[in-house]
T-cell receptor, first 110, second 114 residues
Framework: GGIITQTPKFLIGQEGQKLTLKCQQNFNHDTMYWYRQDSGKGLRLIYYSITENDLQKGDLSEGYDASREKKSSFSLTVTSAQKNEMAVFLC?????????FGPGTRLTVL | GNSVTQMQGQVTLSEEEFLFINCTYSTTGYPTLFWYVQYPGEGPQLLLKVTTANNKGSSRGFEATYDKGTTSFHLQKASVQESDSAVYYCVLGARGSALGRLHFGAGTQLIVIP
């Protein structure tokens, strides 16, 4: 079976820093997603992409950029990290109607 | 629009007790409803799925029934185990929703005490 990989697993940044999170999948699936997970708030969609070089904004896109240069990878950039920010960023791929998630990147901003 | 409501932030049970997690949804489309489960350090994974065609889903002892009249999709399990401790998300996928987009509830943390 295939896997979905997120790097890094933990990311510590400074206020104002630009930070990039990476997601790789080897299923050759088209649609991929980035979510932000905060305690007590569920998952909120940041960006998604239906195929390489396509980008679509979700509900929480402000403050983020994304990149899908090839089908297997989908990157997310925090353009300016906010002090005391803590969240988990989850990448997912779509298989028909279901989504399959990576293990997440935990972000801490000092 | 599409939305999901889970009012229970946390549920604490002893082993072998009955589990009930409340979920209601709102949509203008034809829903597919999911329960996802998330264990510590992992991403959410699909627990079960229900469409308007089959009404009821079950997996690993968990059951959920879709009720169009009350727009509810509650999760139940007759007898919980300590290994069921996790966060459970009620999720709505509305047919016609852009590109299979899913809408997540806030999640319910289940703690099972041995």
């Amino acid at each position: 079976g295939g896997i979905i990989t997120q790097t890094p697993k933990f990311l510590i940044g400074q206020e104002g820093q630009k930070l990039t999170l990476k997601c790789q999948q080897n299923f050759n699936h088209d649609t991929m997603y980035w979510y932000r997970q905060d305690s007590g708030k569920g998952l909120r969609l940041i960006y998604y992409s239906i195929t390489e070089n396509d980008l679509q904004k979700g509900d929480l896109s402000e403050g983020y950029d994304a990149s899908r240069e090839k089908k297997s990878s989908f990157s997310l950039t925090v353009t300016s990290a906010q002090k005391n920010e803590m969240a988990v960023f989850l990448c997912a791929r779509r298989d028909i109607y279901e989504q399959y998630f990576g293990p997440g990147t935990r972000l801490t901003v000092l | 629009g599409n939305s999901v409501t889970q009012m229970q932030g946390q549920v604490t049970l002893s082993e072998e007790e009955f589990l009930f997690i409340n979920c209601t949804y709102s949509t203008t489309g034809y829903p597919t409803l999911f329960w996802y489960v998330q264990y510590p350090g992992e991403g959410p994974q699909l627990l079960l799925k229900v469409t308007t065609a089959n009404n009821k889903g079950s997996s690993r002892g968990f059951e959920a029934t879709y009720d169009k009249g009350t727009t509810s999709f509650h999760l139940q399990k007759a007898s919980v185990q300590e290994s069921d401790s996790a966060v459970y998300y009620c999720v709505l996928g509305a047919r016609g929703s852009a590109l299979g987009r899913l809408h997540f509830g806030a999640g319910t943390q289940l703690i099972v005490i041995p």
